[in-house]
Nanobody, 121 residues
Framework: QVQLVESGGGLVQPGGSLRLSCAAS????????MGWYRQAPGKERDLVAV???????NYADSVMGRFTISRDSAENTVHLQMNSLKPEDTAVYYC???????????????WGQGTQVTVSS
Protein backbone atom coordinates (compact mmCIF):
# COMPACT_ATOMS: atom_id res chain seq x y z
CA GLN A 1 0.00 0.00 0.00
CA VAL A 2 1.38 3.36 -1.10
CA GLN A 3 0.07 6.86 -0.51
CA LEU A 4 1.15 10.07 -2.26
CA VAL A 5 0.07 13.25 -0.52
CA GLU A 6 0.42 16.54 -2.39
CA SER A 7 0.44 20.02 -0.92
CA GLY A 8 1.35 23.60 -1.79
CA GLY A 9 -1.17 24.52 -4.45
CA GLY A 10 -3.22 27.68 -4.36
CA LEU A 11 -4.01 31.01 -5.96
CA VAL A 12 -1.15 33.28 -6.98
CA GLN A 13 -0.79 36.39 -9.13
CA PRO A 14 1.15 36.32 -12.40
CA GLY A 15 4.86 36.54 -11.69
CA GLY A 16 4.45 34.94 -8.30
CA SER A 17 5.81 31.69 -6.91
CA LEU A 18 4.53 28.47 -5.40
CA ARG A 19 6.26 25.38 -4.09
CA LEU A 20 4.54 22.02 -4.46
CA SER A 21 5.44 19.00 -2.38
CA CYS A 22 4.60 15.32 -2.73
CA ALA A 23 5.36 12.85 0.04
CA ALA A 24 5.30 9.11 -0.56
CA SER A 25 4.58 6.75 2.30
CA UNK A 26 3.57 3.17 2.94
CA UNK A 27 5.18 0.00 1.66
CA UNK A 28 8.15 1.34 -0.34
CA UNK A 29 11.13 -0.88 -1.05
CA UNK A 30 12.73 1.19 -3.83
CA UNK A 31 12.00 4.65 -5.21
CA UNK A 32 12.87 5.36 -8.84
CA UNK A 33 11.55 8.28 -10.88
CA MET A 34 9.52 11.04 -9.24
CA GLY A 35 7.79 13.64 -11.35
CA TRP A 36 5.07 16.19 -11.83
CA TYR A 37 2.31 16.32 -14.43
CA ARG A 38 -0.40 18.89 -14.96
CA GLN A 39 -3.81 18.94 -16.57
CA ALA A 40 -5.84 22.00 -17.51
CA PRO A 41 -9.59 21.77 -18.14
CA GLY A 42 -10.32 20.15 -21.49
CA LYS A 43 -6.68 19.22 -22.08
CA GLU A 44 -4.58 16.11 -21.69
CA ARG A 45 -2.28 15.47 -18.77
CA ASP A 46 1.26 16.53 -19.67
CA LEU A 47 4.66 16.02 -18.11
CA VAL A 48 6.05 19.06 -16.31
CA ALA A 49 9.26 17.76 -14.77
CA VAL A 50 10.85 14.50 -13.69
CA UNK A 51 13.67 13.58 -11.33
CA UNK A 52 15.39 10.18 -11.45
CA UNK A 53 17.05 8.34 -8.60
CA UNK A 54 20.31 8.83 -10.49
CA UNK A 55 20.02 12.59 -10.15
CA UNK A 56 19.02 13.60 -13.67
CA UNK A 57 16.15 15.99 -14.37
CA ASN A 58 13.99 16.82 -17.36
CA TYR A 59 11.57 19.70 -17.94
CA ALA A 60 8.85 20.60 -20.37
CA ASP A 61 9.94 23.41 -22.68
CA SER A 62 7.14 25.61 -21.38
CA VAL A 63 8.51 25.63 -17.81
CA MET A 64 12.25 25.42 -18.40
CA GLY A 65 14.09 28.15 -16.54
CA ARG A 66 11.11 28.90 -14.31
CA PHE A 67 10.42 25.59 -12.52
CA THR A 68 12.85 23.47 -10.53
CA ILE A 69 12.26 19.89 -9.42
CA SER A 70 14.10 18.47 -6.44
CA ARG A 71 13.84 15.45 -4.19
CA ASP A 72 14.53 14.67 -0.55
CA SER A 73 15.40 10.98 -0.53
CA ALA A 74 15.41 10.75 3.27
CA GLU A 75 11.78 11.89 3.36
CA ASN A 76 10.62 10.20 0.12
CA THR A 77 9.48 13.61 -1.03
CA VAL A 78 9.65 15.47 -4.33
CA HIS A 79 9.22 19.24 -4.69
CA LEU A 80 8.42 21.56 -7.55
CA GLN A 81 9.50 25.16 -7.12
CA MET A 82 7.50 27.30 -9.54
CA ASN A 83 8.67 30.85 -10.19
CA SER A 84 7.53 33.55 -12.62
CA LEU A 85 4.14 31.90 -12.85
CA LYS A 86 1.94 32.64 -15.85
CA PRO A 87 -1.83 32.26 -16.31
CA GLU A 88 -1.17 29.39 -18.70
CA ASP A 89 0.40 27.48 -15.80
CA THR A 90 -3.08 27.17 -14.28
CA ALA A 91 -3.89 23.47 -13.93
CA VAL A 92 -4.25 20.60 -11.52
CA TYR A 93 -0.76 19.33 -10.75
CA TYR A 94 -0.27 15.62 -10.12
CA CYS A 95 2.67 13.87 -8.54
CA UNK A 96 3.75 10.59 -10.13
CA UNK A 97 6.18 8.13 -8.56
CA UNK A 98 7.76 4.98 -9.94
CA UNK A 99 8.54 2.53 -7.15
CA UNK A 100 8.64 -1.04 -5.95
CA UNK A 101 6.62 -2.13 -2.93
CA UNK A 102 8.90 -5.18 -2.62
CA UNK A 103 12.30 -5.74 -4.13
CA UNK A 104 11.26 -8.93 -5.93
CA UNK A 105 8.21 -7.52 -7.72
CA UNK A 106 7.90 -5.32 -10.82
CA UNK A 107 7.82 -1.57 -10.31
CA UNK A 108 4.56 0.35 -10.51
CA UNK A 109 3.50 3.97 -10.99
CA UNK A 110 1.43 5.81 -8.39
CA TRP A 111 -0.43 9.10 -8.66
CA GLY A 112 -1.08 11.78 -6.10
CA GLN A 113 -4.54 13.22 -5.61
CA GLY A 114 -3.76 16.43 -7.48
CA THR A 115 -3.43 19.98 -6.23
CA GLN A 116 -4.94 23.03 -7.92
CA VAL A 117 -2.66 25.84 -9.07
CA THR A 118 -4.41 28.98 -10.25
CA VAL A 119 -2.45 31.93 -11.64
CA SER A 120 -4.69 34.97 -11.94
CA SER A 121 -4.86 38.62 -10.98
Amino acid sequence: QVQLVESGGGLVQPGGSLRLSCAASGRIASLYDMGWYRQAPGKERDLVAVSTSGGSTNYADSVMGRFTISRDSAENTVHLQMNSLKPEDTAVYYCNVKLKTYYNVPYSHYWGQGTQVTVSS
